[in-house]
C-alpha cells in the first residue's frame, strides 16, 4: 500500500510538472501572439481583477487577459485566432458586459474576456416612423438607451427591473420585468443583430436571415456568438406612470388577481408581486423606492406575523390625460380583492420609475450592502402548480427570512418565441419567482451564505420531487446531465447550434455547459 502511495504521488508531481512546463512554454507564445493582433482597441495582461468579479460575488476566475475592443473587428479578430489556434489551445472567450452574472457565466479562467462596454462608443442610430427602432451596440447600457430614447419620444417596450445592463448581457438570457405579460421579454422585441460567431464570423441576422442563428443567440447563453449590435423595437414613450401598491392576505385571492390582469386587455402597463415574510429594512426593499411609504409600514393594517403578498402595479400616461388615467385605474382597482387600506399610489417621471432600482443600488453602496454575496435563485413555475410551490416554499421552507426581496409574477407565454434557446415551462402561463437574496454576515447566521444556499438547495429538491415542472432563469448547473434535463427535447437543437456556431466551445465557458477543444456534433 504504501509502495502504491508513493508511485501515485510521484505520479502526480511528474503531471503537475507537465503541466506547468507546458503553461510555462505555452503562455508566452499566447502572449506574444495576442500582442501582434491588428487591432484598434488594446489588450490588457496586468489589471485583471475587475474581470474576475461580478455581481454574485461569489466565483472569481482570472483570465489571462481582457480585450478592450474600439470595434467590433476587434472582437472578430481576437476570436478568430484563437479559432484558428484549434482544439489544442486552452483558451476560451467570455464576453462581460456590466458584470451582473452570478454564478460566474462572465468569466474565462485563464482566457479572454471581452469588455463590451467598450463598443459604447459607437452611436445609436434611431429610426423615426410607423415602426420605430434603434440600432445599438451589445455594450450599451439599457439606462442610455433610454435616457437617448426619450430625446425623440421613444423608448423601448420590455424591460428588466435594473437598467444598468448591457443589451448583449440582458439578451442572452431573456430580460423580464413586469411589462413582459403584455410586450413579452426583451428578446420578443428585437428586429436584427449582429453577432461574432464562435469561428470569428461577423453574422447579421435576424427573423429571415440567418434564423437559425438568429433565434440560437436570443436567450442563448452567450454559447454561440457574441452579440455586438442589435436593433430594438421602440414604442412612443409616456411622461408619467401612476405607481400603486396593494397587499393581500390570501395567496389564492393574490394570483387569481394578478392573473385577471395580464389577461385581455388590461388597464395596467406593469404587473408584478412580491411576498413579505417578516421582512422589514432597507435591504428587503431595494428594487423599490417607493414615496409613499411601504404599505407594509404606512397603512394601519397589522399583519400578525403572517406572510403577505404584495401586488404592484403601473400605469403609463401623458400628462394632459390624467383624468381620463384615473378614472380607469379606479375601475381597475374596484374589481380586485386587496385589502382597501392598504391601497398606496403615487405619481413620478417615467425615467424615474424604470429607474427606481439604482436609486435604492445607491443607498446600499452607501451603507455596504450592494457588493455582498448574491446566491440569487430565479424560477419559472407552471401556473398550474403556483398553489404547490407556494403552500410549501413559502409555508415551510421560508418561514422567516429578511434576506432580500422575493418576486412572484405570472406572464404569458404566447408572448414568447419558442424558437430561441431559452426554455419555459409547458403552460400557456408560467410565474417568475425570484429570490433575490443578499448574503450579509450577522451574528445569527440566519442571513449568512450557506444559509441562504442551503434554503435554495431546499427549494430545487422539493421542485425536483414534487415534479412541478419548474425551469431556472438565469439557469446553473454542475453538470452536463443537467443541462440536458434542463433543455429536455431542445437538447439536440441546442448541440447542433453549439456545434454549427462555435465548435470548439470557444465562448462563454463560465455557463460551463461545454468544454474548450472537444468539437460538438448532435
Known sequence: MKRNMLFLR???????????????????????????????????????????????????????AVLHPNSVSDIATTVKHIWQMGPGSDLTVAARGHGHSLQG???????????????????????????PYVDVSGGELWINILREGLKHGLAPKSWTDYLHLTVGGTLSNAGIS????????????????????????????????????????????????????ARISLEPAPEMVKWIRVLYTDFATFIRDQEELISGESTFDYVEGFV???????????????????????SKFKSDGRTLFCLELAKYFNRDETAVVNREIHSSLSQLNHIPSTLFVSEVPYIEFLDRVHI????????????????????????????????QVFGNILTDTSNGPILIYPVNKSKWDNRTSVVTPDEDV??????????????????????????????????????????????????QGEWKAHFGSRWEVFVRRKSSYDPLAILAPGQRIFQKAVPYSQ
Open 105 to 131: 457565466q462572465a468569466q474565462a479562467h485563464g482566457g479572454i474576456v471581452i469588455n463590451m462596454k467598450s463598443l459604447q462608443g459607437l452611436k445609436m442610430q434611431f429610426h423615426i416612423g410607423n415602426l
Open 360 to 391: 435604492s443600488e445607491i443607498k446600499l453602496r452607501s451603507k455596504g450592502l450592494w457588493e455582498v454575496p448574491h446566491p440569487w435563485l430565479n424560477l419559472l413555475v407552471p401556473r398550474s402548480k403556483i398553489q404547490t410551490f407556494a403552500q
Open 10 to 64: 510521484s505520479f502526480m508531481i511528474l503531471v503537475l510538472s507537465c503541466i506547468a512546463i507546458k503553461i510555462n512554454l505555452c503562455f508566452p507564445n499566447i502572449l506574444s501572439s495576442l500582442k501582434t493582433l491588428p487591432i484598434d482597441g488594446h489588450f490588457n495582461f496586468e489589471q485583471l481583477h475587475h474581470a474576475a468579479k461580478d455581481f454574485g460575488n461569489r466565483y472569481s476566475f482570472l483570465p489571462l
Open 178 to 229: 413586469g411589462q413582459a405579460f403584455r410586450h413579452g421579454p426583451q428578446i420578443s422585441n428585437v428586429h436584427q443583430l449582429e453577432v461574432v460567431t464562435g469561428k470569428g464570423e461577423v453574422v447579421t441576422c435576424s427573423g429571415k436571415q440567418n434564423s437559425d442563428l438568429f433565434h440560437g443567440v436570443l436567450g442563448g447563453l452567450g454559447q454561440f456568438g457574441i452579440i455586438t449590435r
Open 276 to 298: 413579505i415574510i417578516n421582512r422589514t429594512g432597507l435591504l428587503n426593499n431595494w428594487r423599490s423606492s417607493f414615496n409613499p411609504q411601504d404599505p407594509v409600514q404606512a
Open 430 to 479: 408560467f410565474y417568475l419567482v425570484a429570490f433575490l437574496s443578499s448574503a450579509v454576515p450577522s451574528s445569527t447566521g440566519t442571513d449568512g451564505l450557506d444559509h441562504i444556499l442551503i434554503q435554495n438547495k431546499r427549494i430545487l429538491e422539493f421542485c425536483e420531487i414534487a415534479r412541478l415542472g419548474v425551469k431556472q432563469y438565469l439557469p446553473h448547473y454542475s453538470t
